[in-house]
C-alpha cells in the first residue's frame, strides 16, 4: 500500500481537508506524510511594487507565513500520530502543479492528497484548477478532497 504521501497545504479549510484524509490513510497504511507550500509571490503582485521592495518586504512575510503553515500542518499530524516531514518551495519560478510533479518525483511520492474546491462550469474556467492540473500531470496516483460548501466560501487558495 501507499509509503510516501505527499500533501500540498495553504492552510486553507480546504487544504486542510485534504491533509486530515492523508493522515486518516498514512495511519492505515503506516506511510510518511511530506507537506508541502508552495510560496506564490506572483499572487500577491500588483504591478506597482518595486523589485526592492518585493524582495525585502514580501517574500520574507510570504516565507515566515509559510513556514507557520507547514509547522500547524505538521502538528496536525503529530496529533494524529503520523510522522511528516515538511518543504517550503519559494524559488518564484514555475507553477504550484509543476512544484508538486517535480516532488513527487524526487522524493519519490506513492501516492498526492489534494484539497480541491471542486469548481465546475465558468468558476473553474475563471479561476483554474491547480488540482486539475496536478491530476493530469501527476505520474502517481492522486485523492482529490473536496472542501466544504464552507470552505469554499471562505475564500481558501487551495486548488
Not at 52 to 80: H, M, N, Y
Not at 93 to 118: F, K, M, N, Y
Request: hydrophobic share 45%.
Amino acid at each position: 500500500m501507499y509509503k510516501q504521501i505527499l500533501v500540498p497545504v495553504d492552510g486553507s479549510p480546504t487544504s486542510n481537508r485534504g491533509l486530515n484524509e492523508a493522515i486518516k490513510l498514512a495511519k492505515l497504511t503506516g506511510a510518511r506524510l511530506k507537506l508541502l507550500h508552495f510560496v506564490d509571490p506572483f499572487a500577491y503582485i500588483g504591478g506597482f511594487e518595486s523589485p526592492a521592495v518585493f524582495v525585502s518586504d514580501l517574500l520574507p512575510v510570504l516565507r515566515e507565513e509559510g513556514q507557520k503553515i507547514l509547522k500547524q500542518c505538521q502538528d496536525t499530524a503529530a496529533a494524529g500520530g503520523v510522522s511528516a516531514e515538511t518543504m517550503l518551495i519559494d524559488d518564484g519560478s514555475g507553477r504550484l502543479c509543476d512544484a508538486v510533479v517535480a516532488q513527487a518525483l524526487s522524493w519519490p511520492a506513492e501516492l498526492i492528497v489534494i484539497g480541491t474546491h471542486g469548481r465546475r462550469g465558468f468558476r473553474r474556467v475563471f479561476v483554474g484548477s491547480d488540482a486539475e492540473q496536478i491530476l493530469r500531470l501527476s505520474p502517481v496516483p492522486v485523492l482529490l478532497v473536496r472542501g466544504s460548501e464552507d470552505a469554499e466560501g471562505a475564500g481558501g487558495a487551495t486548488a
